[in-house]
């Protein structure tokens, strides 16, 4: 299918010589969303995106319920697209390509925007290119700014926990990962059990506004090792166990200031030992001290530099980036995230990895399969896998 993750064909080579639009669709969990994005020697330029949210009907379930999700994205995926063809203002004929997320994710999502990006493909005659989910959050930060490769990423969502070097399009490693669950998930897990509701994260970071975590002593996970992998599990179980000794309004505030400090304290330890494995490995990388804001602007004037990208739905808590920012100026790291907007599961970034991908003759074939797991570092995932007993669905990270 010409998708190899982690191959060094992959890397980046070369400039954009051309313009190229692509429509990117995105349906892997609880969003179903279509975007059109083109991508010149010029920058990367937005034309829509387009998102509808099932917020509202899983709300009542306290988290997402695969068979509602995937019925959705059948109800709403041809409307939403034609929407997004709409506010970008081009037919279907002006199109270079369709992208589609083929994984991972809820598979029966998965398989409804891989089967109408198909669908696409033939009618107009278009290549198809099937796109990794998360290699869509791993490019986002583009979205937003110029972006050059390489950089040290740190994806952090609801179902993913990551630090990658990320070399170029399709040519990525994996540092470290979480050996049970994501902080994002921490995040929604926690919330319900103190009765904040869905979705739990953007809930109790309002909350944490008002308390005061140093009242609470929450666990620090993985204190012996010294690798860059993640653990959230005993977090998650002893902020639940707190939750049910809450009595007060302040209580709660308190204890999602304290929960919010523990996620971002994780984060930004096994990123700090990422940092510093990679300005070791890579001696040709300039410090960015000086050109913090603009990255890009300094790469250009004095050669490389070290940037870290933070990329996910985490990425948009304000505590999580901020202590990030600051790690990465302490060791001498630009710091980018994407706007907002894209950090949150959205099809701009699935059009953009797809653009990349074409631009470089990467494409899929039609029989192309969705797949529920789908590690960017296939090979490392296969050889050293964190889950031991992956199953018939392959390594999980």
């Not at 490995?281 to 250009?300: C, Y």
């Amino acid at each position: 299918m010409g998708a190899d993750y982690s191959s060094e064909a992959g890397a980046a080579t070369g400039a954009q010589t051309r313009s190229l639009t692509v429509l990117g669709l995105e349906t892997s969990c609880d969003e179903t969303a279509a975007s059109v994005v083109r991508l010149s020697p010029d920058g990367v330029e937005v034309l829509s995106s387009v998102i509808h949210s099932q917020i509202d009907d899983h709300a009542a379930y306290g988290g997402v319920v695969p068979e509602i999700a995937a019925r959705s994205h059948v109800e709403m995926i041809d409307g939403v697209t034609r929407r997004a063809m709409a506010e970008a203002g081009i037919g279907f004929d002006a199109l270079d390509g369709v992208a589609a997320t083929a994984g991972p994710g809820l598979v029966g999502g998965v398989m409804v925007g891989l089967g109408y990006g198909k669908a696409v493909a033939l009618a107009r005659g278009l290549p198809l290119i099937a796109v990794n989910h998360l290699e869509g959050h791993a490019v986002s930060a583009r979205l937003g700014a110029e972006t050059t490769y390489p950089f040290l990423l740190l994806l952090v969502s609801g179902g993913h926990c990551q630090l990658l070097e990320v070399r170029g399009i399709g040519d990525m490693s994996r540092l470290g990962t979480t050996i049970d669950d994501a902080a994002g998930e921490a995040f929604d897990k926690i919330a319900k059990t103190m009765g904040l509701g869905y979705p739990g994260g953007p809930a109790l970071e309002r909350l944490a506004e008002t308390g005061d975590g140093s009242r609470f002593d929450l666990p620090r996970a993985l204190l012996g090792r010294k690798d860059c992998d993640f653990s959230f599990s005993g977090l998650k179980t002893a902020a639940s166990r707190l939750a049910a000794t809450c009595e007060t309004d302040q209580d709660r505030a308190d204890l999602a200031d304290a929960v919010q400090t523990a996620i971002a304290r994780q984060l930004a330890e096994r990123s700090e030992r990422a940092m510093v494995a990679y300005a070791e490995a890579h001696p040709e990388l300039e410090r960015a001290d000086g050109a913090l804001k603009q990255p890009s602007a300094a790469r250009e004037a004095i050669g490389l530099q070290r940037l870290f990208v933070v990329a996910g739905g985490v990425a948009a808590n304000k505590t999580v980036r901020l202590t990030l920012e600051t790690l990465a100026t302490k060791h001498g790291f630009a710091f980018m995230a994407p706007p907002l907007v894209y950090c949150t599961d959205n099809a701009a970034m699935i059009a953009l990895a797809g653009a990349e991908r074409l631009e470089k003759g990467m494409t899929s074939d039609i029989d192309v399969a969705a797949r529920p797991r789908w590690p960017l570092d296939e090979a490392r995932a296969n050889a050293d896998p964190v889950h031991k007993k992956t199953g018939r669905k392959g390594a999980k990270a």
